[in-house]
């Protein structure tokens, strides 16, 4: 059974600070790896996709890392701001065959000025 | 244009009432999906659409009847709701089911509470 965590489970940091989000897989047979940001009461924004064939994946200042032998993903945020505060989940699909994506316990991000 | 549309934003509805939660997608994908998100909480698979065909019903109480009039249109029907039902419903689309390189976008949600 697939099971997703991330720690940690809430952070708070000065403006400017590079960061890291972890989030461990129980299952290393991923096909991908995806993460998103969720303010609070809203919906999921999708902010990366990498591929299982795929070491990293980057957009902006965000990097994300996939390791998959080691069952752990890592999302680097570069140079953080207030409006980065968020909530940070990581989800990986059940098996090939379905869409049924397992999603991690999330971090709660807060960036103060 | 990448939107998940859902509506109504906020939802308060009796036990004894009848409502329906609408979403909507226009990027040509063929899966759809409903996730219940309680509050701290990840969230949680309900159904599954793909190609306008239930492909998955995640043992969810009958008092949910998904619905998917096209490709574009995903609903959700609420009947005799629960307090414990008050959640956010979320609604996502992928370009098709069961490959794994599928992304998934979601809709903002509707705030769903049950007096």
């Known amino acids: 059974k697939q099971e997703v965590t991330q720690i940690p489970a809430a952070l708070s940091v000065p403006e400017g600070e590079n960061l890291v989000l972890n989030c461990s897989f129980t299952?290393?047979?991923?096909?991908?790896l995806q993460w998103f940001r969720q303010d609070p009461g809203k919906g999921l924004t999708s902010l990366l996709l990498i591929q299982s064939s795929q070491r990293e994946q980057t957009s902006g200042r965000l990097n994300a890392s996939l390791d998959k032998s080691s069952g752990r993903s890592t999302l680097y945020i570069a140079a953080s701001q207030p409006g980065d505060s968020a909530t940070y989940l990581c989800?990986?699909?059940?098996?090939?065959?379905?869409?049924?994506?397992?999603f991690g316990t999330g971090t709660r991000l807060q960036v103060f000025p | 244009d990448t939107e998940v549309t859902q509506t109504p934003k906020h939802l308060v509805m009796g036990m004894t009432n009848k409502k329906s939660l609408k979403c909507e997608q226009h990027?040509?994908?063929?899966?759809m999906y409903w996730y219940k998100q309680k509050a701290k909480k990840p969230p949680e698979l309900m159904f599954v659409?793909?190609?306008?065909?239930?492909?998955i019903n995640e043992s969810v109480p009958s008092r949910f009847s998904p619905e998917c009039p096209n490709s574009s249109l995903l609903n959700l029907h609420l009947h005799a709701l629960q307090p414990e039902d008050s959640a956010l419903y979320l609604c996502a689309s992928s370009p098709r089911q069961g490959i794994g390189d599928t992304e998934a976008f979601f809709g903002q949600g509707t705030r769903l509470t049950v007096v």
């Open positions: 659409y793909s190609y306008e065909k239930l492909s």
């Open positions: 989800a990986v699909p059940l098996s090939y065959n379905t869409d049924k994506l397992i």
């Open positions: 990027m040509g994908h063929r899966a």
């Open positions: 299952d290393s047979a991923i096909y991908n």
